[in-house]
Structures are given as structure tokens and as C-alpha cells.
């Protein structure tokens, strides 16, 4: 069937559109055809079951997450509103810091209740230390230890005296010497002493010394009671004071349990530790420090929002730290210290009672992060997990964080292999993310999808802070759409593609000065954008037109054709016609495949050439055995081929051989071929057909060039202006076929022949040169079967 | 040499230490005096040579709080000298730095007695610690601070062991030869720290009633918002404590000559005061 230019490029109605730009469209979330993903994703926000995470696949990597966000956005905002966290130091296990959850907006409130009391407490606790009362008891107490110890020393100084020795005061303690009418007996007066007085004073001192002994031995216990005198009165001096500052406190949040008990350890803390709030002097040796007061400091970790709006969080660095928190460390002296004030949160707590968004290739790409989540979303608790201590590269004693609930919906964006990797080798996977939202890349071009496009074209421009697009830009864009689906009936929502092209566009326009974005615009930045990409297939076209790659697009050849192949590179797609040919000769039915031979030919390829010779022998050869070695080949292909998209132009060049009827070379044909010689679609036709038409175009149109498709591929074609134009012209021509006979007639202009029984054919016809060919190589075969000089099947190897 | 407050303040000021943890304790108090007076302070530790004879005796030991007990030793109690006489010279450093003094810091060894009298002829105020009350705290047992005092012709301050910052300045006037001395030296300290000034003044038999509203109109003409005056009418040490019990005495200030209270007395409530006792000879 000779296509007509109607059917080469469906245009996207104008009338269909209403507006004349995109500024008078709503930018809202515009989703084409998302109804299945978008389901999935209302069930998954809203269900109230922990494994009931989402997985959101499909769509192009730029545009998931925002679309995700949106959807988040919009479809989440139901849950109730979620309580603030806050870390607190734990006073009977310091290394363990305690969780306190508040209403939405009292984190902060609480924080600075505390900060606040701490002030105060700096203030009062030394202003009662340093009051009269205070220092009139302390001192009161402190008499009395000295009254008590001078009283005696002054017990055994009396004595002592009595027996004329006088207890004296040393540098380090006391000594006794020996005194006589109040006066000292000097030692040299001493030795003059008679040897019995001497003895005597001597005797005398010795009971002394162990007199005072005895005395001072009980000084130590007196001194410790006094201590304790004077910390039970340090107690009730701060006990005073904080019981007047932090009675409001405990007023205020009397409803809070956690709270109220903080606030009494708290309390107690602060009596037991009183002396770090008394004023020290400032020293100025650095091993001295300031005194600290950052474990009565409150660390308020998750705050929401104060709209009160549900977190909704996106984590472009999944990291393990960046997930579940971290433990930092502050440097003091070359020692690494760490409290409650340096945790810091991570991604799940921000989002706790709300949403948290991750691209599920970077999180499996980060260490210990997938691990990480797994364990948060099974447990239902934010462990503060960390990789030294996983693998026991830290041995230092560390913080243990009281974990927090986890109350947060994960939504995984990735490609759906990671899908179905995480699937098949994950049992986790499953339990943890129930609900799959698949969204499709192409959508039907229906009205009401067609209807939906000028306003995601919209949400672009608002998100891009493009100019607006005109009509026109917006049916060129939605043309765009459908060439990248590769469908006339189908539209491609690869975001990330259109919004690349109405970038380019819309810095065509401004560099013109424009203030909208036109049609032109586009086709201009189309052209840019290939212009940038095309230097291979300029290279490789330029190739062909030089003669250094063999492509006729003229005159006939026996057993050649051109085929069509699609390259893809990077983000450039294009077609290559490649000449085909084929010999047969006298053989026992096999069809080499020399792309196989070589281990160039992928399977699919050897598949197709396969089908190719089970069709040639069951119409052929049905009931005698086909006598030929037939030999294809992609002529000058040096990097491998795959697909079996030219199986059945292998097949018209084996039928030219077989028949000796040449091919016109002014056609290329793609297509693959099914057992019954049926042509069935392939992929990449639009690309395959510009191929050919820019070799011939360079060359010069010259009115019988064209390429053959399959039928079943028209609805695929949304070709280029200017080839429909040359269609419309007459200067090139697009056949699509159904079955093989139909293309043999077009290539060779002899009609096929339909079977007219027992393997006959009109006679002239295509069919009837082939099966006479083959007669004759089978009698040749039987008459050197005879002669015994059949070699075919060593030929055959 | 005695010094007139009429006719100057002293210019050098001795302060005699010893081996008592009470003298690192005043220095600082010392050199507030000292600067108050304008005087250059200079401290004298005294390395008494009759406690350092106590290693002679054959059975002298030391016996201490946390130490066990060892022979007395000459050489380490020559060490232990050494070492707190660097600590008393640091310390005294640091006051004088503190209070921009002029200061000088010197060790001897001697008789205490001696050493105090020699002391006494070179300057004009002798700050003493008083021993009158506890335990000994040198060998010299009968010079206690009364007995040191009464041989010193000049002023003297005693330092009870005690001592706190307090927030009045007490001045005591036992006669109207001694008010005006008096009176100027006490005006120096309150308005150096800005301190409020207390007068005790006795009205006794001896002293009858006119006299000391005579005195209170004399003292009315200065500086009334400043001064407070307290009338005495006991000589007995308990009465007189228990009429200033709760005063916070910073600096207690009478005639060293004037004799209504006798010298332990005064000493005493300065005891009580805990505020240093400045006895204007």
C-alpha cells in the first residue's frame, strides 16, 4: 500500500485548544494517563499499616521526584499533625540520652523554657551561696569544726602545760617542748637537766605525742561531718532556689509526663551538682574549663513546621548519616567528646509524621543506607546506626540514643529494575514496600490526554520560568511527544525530554526578542539540538555518499538490498541504510548466516534468519528437500548486528537470487518476517525511513526512491516536514506491506504469483523463477548424487 | 616613732609572717591597708630559731594530720621554710600587683622577739597576727600579740585569724584627744571602700552626756548619710559583744593609748568582728 502524506505525520489539532498561550492555563499538577500510579499512591499515603511504603517507578529521573512531591503534597495532607522531638540529657544514664515528644510547636517553646531556668539558676544559685544567711550558716558550721578542734588542742595544750610542756605549732603539724615556769627549756639547758629530769620530760612527752595522735586521728571524721553539714545545707539553699524557679515549669507542663519527670530529675541534678553554678574565677590555664552547663541544655531534634503542615521531605543524599542522624563530636585537647546536644537528625526524623522521598539508586549506591532504612521501616524506630561503629571501627564509648518512632510513609522513586532487582533478591523489600505505583512513560494521545498536555506545557514554564508558549509551540511540542513514543497514536511524558526542548526553545525566542515561544521556536531548537548530537551520523552518512560505505539508491542489482538499522547514541537516535546480499548455490537447505558465522549476529538476528528459512523451505520445498546453500550478509557492518528488523529484506534478497530477478536499489526495506511471510513491526521506523531519505535527498530525489515498512508500523510514523513534503511531491514514496509477495513486487515490479497448487506459481512470476531455480539445483543435485560427486554437504560446513 | 594621724599616715608598713597557713590568708587583706594608706608594705617571714632548736631535743617529734609520725628534722624544717616563704613572696605578688603597691618581701632567721624589735625600730605600723587565743603558734609562747603590742611604740594592726570583708568601718573613741586621729583615719578607709562608718563612743561616768552630744554635733556637720553612732554604756566585754553581735565589721579602728577598754579587749572584738584592729599609737 503506498502510503499517502496524511498518513506519514498525524498533526496535533489547533482547534482542540482554546487558548492562544500558556500564561491562561492553571499550572496545577497536570498528570496524563497516571490513573493506575496515581491510585497507588492515595492508597499508600493514606493506609495505616507500617509495611504499606510505596515504590514509585517509571517516568524519566528528573521529573519522579517532583511528580512525587506533588502527588505527596496533594494526596497526604490528611494525617493528623505530628509531634515535636526533643533529646535531653539522661541523668541516670548519662550515655543514653532520653526522647521527649511535645505537641507540634512546643520542642522550641520547652527549649527555651529550659535555657531560660538554666539562666536563672546561674544567677540565683550564687546570689543565695553568696547571701549572709547562706554564709552565716556555712560559717557557723565551719566555727564549729575549729572550736572543736582547737577545743582539743586546747584540752591537751592545757595538759600538757600542767606537766610543763607546751604543745607548738610546726610548719606541717605540731610538736612538744619542754617548758619550765612558763619559760622554754632551751635543748642545751635540756642536756644540762639531770639524766633522771631528763627522763622524766622525755617520758612525759612520749604519752603526750601519743595523746595528740589520738587527738588529730579524729579530726578527719569531724571534718567529714562538717562536709556533710555543709552539703545538706548546700542542698537546702539550691533545693530552695530551684523549687521557686522550676515550679512554674512544672506547672506548666504538669500534663506531660516525660516531661515532668525531666523536669524533677532535673531538679535533683542541679541540687547534687550546686557547686558548678557558683562563680569560679577565670583561669587562665585552657585545662581549665568553663563551667558547662550543656546537659541541662534541651536538643530539640524534629520541629514541625508552624503552619502545622505534614513534613513532606525529599533527601537528595541518602546517606546513612543523612537517613537515621548522626552523633557528632566536638575536639577538646585532642579528645573527642560528644553529648545529647550534638545529635543531630536525619532524614526520617524530619519527616516523622509525614512523608519521606528517596531515589532508590542513590540510596543502594551509599554505604549501609539501604540497611540503614530497612531497619528504621522494620522496627518502627530511628536507631542513630552509624558505619565505624557498624563494623567496629569505633571502639570509644559512644552515645545510645533512646530511639524515636519512626511514623513515616517512605516513597522509593527509581527505574523498575531496581523494582524488580530489590524483588527477586530482597525478601525485606516486599514486606517493607507493598504498593507499587507504576507510572507508563507513554500515554494514549486520546482527547482528554491531548486536552491535559498545553498544561503540563504550563507547569513547565511556571517551574522553568520560561516565556509563555503559544498554540501553535504546544502542538508542535505535543507532535514532539508522539514522534518520542514513536506513535502517532500514543504520547511520550518523558518530562525531562519536552522540558530540554522548551528550554532550547524558549532561549531561541529571548534571543529573538520574543515574548512568546512559537511553533518555529521549536523546530528550531529540534534542529539545534540534532545539529549537536549528529556529528556520527554525519560522519556516517558522509561515508555513504563518498562510496566508502556501498549503498545504491539507484539502478538494480541481483540478490543486494538496502536494508535499515537504527543506532542509538546517547541521546541521539538515527537510521543507516545497510546493503544486504545474498548467493545461493547447489547445497543441502542450509542458509548461512555469516553475521552468526563471524559472531557479529546477535540471536534475535539469527532467530530472524531462521524464520526466514523455514518460510523459503516450507513454501519452496515443501514436499522435496530444498537443494541449495544460500550465504547473508550485512555487507560492510563491522560492529555487529541484532533484531530481526531486516529478516524479511534478507528474505527479498535471497528470493532475488533464488530467482535471478534483480532488486530496485532506489528502495530500502525494514521489517520482520513471520514462517507464513507475513511482515510484522518493528521498532525505530521513523528514524529508518529519515535514513534512507536524507542518502537520497544528498544524492538527489529522483521521484522512485522509497522505503518499504511493515503495515502494521503506521501508525508509528510521525516523520519529518520535509520528507512528507517530498512525499506530497511525489519525490518519495512509503509502501507498507503485509506479507512478503507484496514487497517482492514492489522491489522487483514482477508480480509474486500466488500458488495455484502443488507448489505451482504463475508462470513469470516471482515464485515460478524461484521454483524452477530450485528444481533445477535439485535435479543437478540428484544427477551428482548419482555420479557419486555430491560435495554439497561438506560445502554446507 | 609614733605617728600622728594629724600629722601623716605611716609610710611603711611591716607585716610579720610566719609558718601559720593564717599568714598567706591576710596578705591580701595587708596590702588593701596599705594601699589605703599609701604605704610601701614590707613582709617579713621570720624563720624562728627556737622552733628550728626543737630538732635538738632527742625526743622531738613531728606529728601531723595526715602525715605519719617522724622525727623533727632540722633540714626539713628548713625545706618547709623554703617552700612557704616562696609561697608567701608569690602570694604577696599577686596583692600587690592587685592593689599597685610598693612592696618588699624579705625572710630571717631569728628569735622571734628580736626579730620584732628590730622590725619596730625601722617602721612606722607593725601588722601582727594574734596568737592570744588557741593553740601557740610559735615557740615564743609569752609574746603573744599584747605583749608584742605593748613593747611597739607605734601603731599596730592585729589580725585576728579570722578574718572576713564586712561592710562598715567600726571606729571606737574612748577620748577627745584621740577623735580626730581617729575620725581622719576611719573617713580614709570608709570612702576608700566606700563603706558606711559606725562610731562607738562610750558614755560612761566618766564621760558624761553633754560630752557626747558635743561629739554627735561635731560629727553632724560632715557627713551625716555616712555615719552611724553608737553610744556604749558597758565596759564589759559580754555586754559590749552582745551589743554588736550582728555588725559586719570590715575594718575596726581605736586608740592604741586610750584605755576605757583595756587592749584584750579590743582585741577581742575584733576577734568577734572578724575585721583586722587598727591601733593608732
Not at chain 1, 254 to 271: A, C, G, R, W
Not at chain 1, 459 to 467: F, G, M, P
Not at chain 1, 694 to 703: A, E, H, K, V, Y
Not at chain 2, 46 to 54: C, G, K, P, Q, R
Request: with cysteine; charged share 25%; proline share 4%.
Amino acid at each position: 500500500m503506498l502510503l499517502g502524506p496524511e498518513q506519514l505525520h498525524q498533526n496535533c489539532d489547533l482547534e482542540q485548544y482554546g487558548f492562544e498561550t500558556t500564561a491562561e492555563l492553571t499550572t496545577e499538577q497536570q498528570l496524563l494517563g497516571q490513573n493506575r500510579a496515581v491510585d497507588a499512591f492515595k492508597y499508600s499515603l493514606n493506609v495505616k499499616d507500617g509495611g504499606h511504603h510505596l515504590f514509585a517507578m517509571g517516568l524519566s529521573a528528573g521529573s519522579r521526584v517532583n511528580i512525587a512531591l506533588n502527588l505527596v503534597t496533594e494526596l497526604g495532607s490528611n494525617r493528623p499533625t505530628a509531634p515535636d522531638w526533643c533529646y535531653v540529657y539522661n541523668f541516670s544514664q548519662p550515655n543514653s540520652p532520653n526522647a521527649l515528644s511535645l505537641e507540634a510547636g512546643m520542642g522550641c517553646l520547652f527549649k527555651h523554657d529550659v535555657a531560660q531556668l538554666v539562666e536563672d539558676l546561674t544567677t540565683m544559685i550564687p546570689a543565695a551561696f553568696e547571701s549572709e544567711e547562706y554564709q552565716g550558716r556555712r560559717q557557723a558550721i565551719e566555727h564549729r569544726l575549729q572550736e572543736r578542734q582547737e577545743e582539743a588542742l586546747n584540752v591537751l595544750g592545757k595538759k600538757s602545760r600542767e606537766l610543763n610542756v607546751e604543745l607548738i605549732s610546726t610548719p606541717s603539724g605540731f610538736a612538744f617542748a619542754p617548758i619550765k615556769e612558763g619559760q622554754a627549756i632551751l635543748p642545751d639547758a635540756f642536756q644540762a637537766l639531770p639524766e633522771a629530769e631528763q627522763k622524766q620530760i622525755e617520758s612525759t612527752i612520749k604519752q603526750l605525742q601519743k595523746e595528740l595522735q589520738e587527738t588529730l586521728r579524729q579530726f578527719p571524721s569531724w571534718q567529714k561531718e562538717t562536709l556533710q553539714e555543709i552539703r545538706t545545707l548546700n542542698h537546702e539553699v539550691t533545693s530552695s532556689v530551684v523549687d521557686s524557679l522550676i515550679g512554674e515549669l512544672l506547672i506548666k507542663y504538669e500534663d506531660h509526663e516525660e516531661i515532668y519527670e525531666y523536669l524533677s530529675d532535673f531538679k535533683n541534678d542541679v541540687v547534687e551538682h550546686s557547686a558548678s553554678f557558683l562563680h569560679r574565677p577565670e583561669s587562665e590555664n585552657p585545662l581549665v574549663a568553663a563551667p558547662d552547663f550543656s546537659r541541662y541544655q534541651v536538643n530539640v531534634l524534629v520541629a514541625q513546621p508552624s503552619d502545622r503542615s505534614i513534613p513532606v521531605i525529599y533527601e537528595d543524599n541518602p546517606s546513612l548519616p543523612n537517613l537515621v542522624g548522626r552523633i557528632e563530636h566536638e575536639a577538646q585537647f585532642g579528645t573527642l567528646t560528644t553529648n545529647h546536644t550534638l545529635i543531630k537528625s536525619g532524614a526520617l526524623h524530619r519527616a516523622v509524621g509525614g512523608f519521606l522521598i528517596l531515589e532508590v539508586e542513590k540510596l543502594l549506591t551509599k554505604l549501609m543506607a539501604w540497611e540503614g532504612l530497612k531497619r528504621s521501616l522494620s522496627s518502627g524506630l530511628i536507631h542513630f546506626d552509624s558505619i565505624e561503629r557498624s563494623y567496629g571501627w569505633a571502639t570509644t564509648i559512644g552515645l545510645d540514643p533512646e530511639p524515636i518512632p519512626l511514623d513515616t510513609k517512605v516513597i522509593l522513586v527509581g527505574d523498575r529494575r531496581y523494582f524488580y532487582l530489590l524483588s527477586e533478591y530482597d525478601p525485606e523489600f516486599s514486606s517493607l514496600f507493598k504498593v507499587v505505583a507504576d507510572f507508563d512513560e507513554i500515554v494514549p494521545r486520546s482527547v482528554e490526554n491531548n486536552l491535559k498536555f498545553p498544561n503540563l506545557i504550563a507547569k513547565i514554564v511556571a517551574e522553568e520560568q520560561l516565556l509563555p508558549f503559544n498554540r501553535r509551540a504546544v502542538a508542535r511540542l505535543n507532535e514532539f511527544s508522539a514522534r518520542m513514543a514513536e506513535d502517532a497514536e500514543r504520547l511520550s511524558v518523558n518530562r525531562d525530554k519536552i522540558r530540554d526542548l522548551m528550554i532550547e526553545a524558549n532561549y531561541i525566542a529571548q534571543q529573538n526578542n520574543q515574548s512568546v515561544v512559537e511553533d518555529s521556536n521549536i523546530n528550531d531548537a529540534r534542529r539545534s539540538a540534532m545539529f549537536r548530537h549528529d556529528r556520527i551520523r554525519e560522519r556516517v552518512q558522509e561515508q555513504i555518499l563518498r562510496e566508502t560505505l556501498l549503498i545504491d539508491t539507484s539502478g538494480e542489482k541481483i540478490g543486494q538490498i538496502n536494508g535499515l538499522a537504527v543506532y542509538s547514541l546517547g541521546q541521539m537516535m538515527f537510521g543507516k541504510p545497510s546493503r544486504i546480499s545474498a548467493r545461493v548455490r547447489l547445497g543441502n537447505g542450509n542458509v548461512l548466516d555469516i553475521e552468526r558465522k563471524a559472531e557479529l549476529g546477535g540471536p534475535t538476528h539469527t532467530k530472524g534468519v531462521m524464520i526466514l528459512s523455514s518460510f523459503l523451505a516450507s513454501r519452496y520445498a515443501a514436499e522435496a528437500p530444498l537443494s541449495l546453500s544460500a550465504s547473508l550478509v550485512f555487507e560492510q557492518s563491522y560492529g555487529g548486528v541484532d533484531g530481526d528488523s531486516a529478516s524479511s529484506t534478507e528474505l527479498y534478497a535471497l528470493m532475488s537470487a533464488l530467482s535471478g530477478l534483480p532488486i530496485r536499489q532506489s528502495f530500502a526495506v525494514t521489517g520482520s518476517v513471520n514462517q507464513f511471510g507475513d511482515v510484522q513491526a518493528i521498532g525505530g521506523v521513523n528514524e529508518k525511513i529519515e535514513g534512507f531519505f536524507d542518502i537520497c535527498q544528498t544524492r538527489g530525489l529522483t521521484g522512485d526512491q522509497g522505503v518499504i515498512i511493515p503495515l502494521a508500523n503506521v501508525k508509528n510514523l510521525m516523520l519529518r516536514e520535509d520528507l512528507v513534503q517530498a512525499v506530497r511531491d511525489e519525490q518519495f514514496h512509503i509502501h507498507a506491506v503485509q506479507h512478503i509477495d507484496e514487497g517482492i513486487e514492489i522491489l522487483t515490479g514482477i508480480p509474486a504469483g500466488e500458488e495455484i497448487g502443488d507448489n505451482a506459481f504463475p508462470e513469470g512470476s516471482v515464485n515460478a523463477l524461484i521454483m524452477e531455480k530450485l528444481k533445477r539445483l535439485q535435479e543437478k543435485k540428484k544427477s551428482m548424487q548419482k555420479n557419486g560427486t555430491d560435495n554439497s554437504n561438506q560445502e554446507s560446513e | 616613732m609614733m605617728t600622728s594621724e594629724l600629722s601623716g599616715l605611716p609610710r611603711q608598713i611591716a607585716l610579720a609572717l610566719d609558718a601559720t597557713p593564717e599568714s598567706i590568708r591576710v596578705l591580701d587583706r595587708v596590702a588593701e591597708i596599705a594601699s589605703i594608706l599609701e604605704a610601701r608594705l614590707d613582709a617579713v617571714f621570720i624563720e624562728d630559731e627556737a622552733l628550728l632548736s626543737l630538732s635538738e631535743y632527742p625526743f622531738s617529734e613531728e606529728i601531723s594530720l595526715y602525715s605519719p609520725r617522724q622525727p623533727l628534722q632540722k633540714t626539713r624544717l628548713e625545706q618547709e621554710y623554703r617552700a612557704l616563704s616562696k609561697q608567701l613572696q608569690k602570694a604577696l605578688e599577686q596583692s600587690a600587683n592587685r592593689w599597685k603597691l610598693h612592696w618588699q618581701f624579705r625572710t630571717v632567721r631569728a628569735n622571734l622577739n628580736q626579730a620584732l624589735e628590730q622590725i619596730s625600730s625601722e617602721i612606722d605600723l607593725i601588722t601582727l597576727m594574734t596568737t592570744c587565743r588557741g593553740l601557740q603558734r610559735s615557740y615564743q609562747f609569752e609574746h603573744h600579740s599584747a605583749t608584742i603590742m605593748s613593747r611597739f611604740p607605734g601603731s599596730c594592726i592585729i589580725l585576728p585569724r579570722h578574718i572576713t570583708a564586712g561592710k562598715e568601718v567600726m571606729v571606737l573613741i574612748e577620748s577627745e584627744e584621740s577623735r580626730l586621729p581617729l575620725m581622719a583615719l576611719a573617713q580614709r578607709f570608709a570612702s576608700a571602700g566606700e563603706k558606711p562608718m559606725v562610731v562607738l563612743v562610750p558614755t560612761t561616768e566618766q564621760h558624761p552626756k553633754p560630752r557626747e552630744e558635743l561629739y554627735r554635733q561635731s560629727l553632724l556637720g560632715k557627713k551625716i548619710d555616712t555615719i552611724q553612732l553608737i553610744p556604749i554604756d558597758t565596759t564589759e566585754p559580754k555586754k559590749l559583744a552582745k551589743m554588736l553581735e550582728n555588725r559586719s565589721v570590715h575594718m575596726f579602728i581605736t586608740s592604741k593609748s586610750d584605755t576605757i577598754f583595756s587592749v584584750e579587749t579590743k582585741i577581742e572584738m575584733a576577734e568577734k568582728f572578724k575585721a583586722p584592729l587598727y591601733l593608732l599609737g
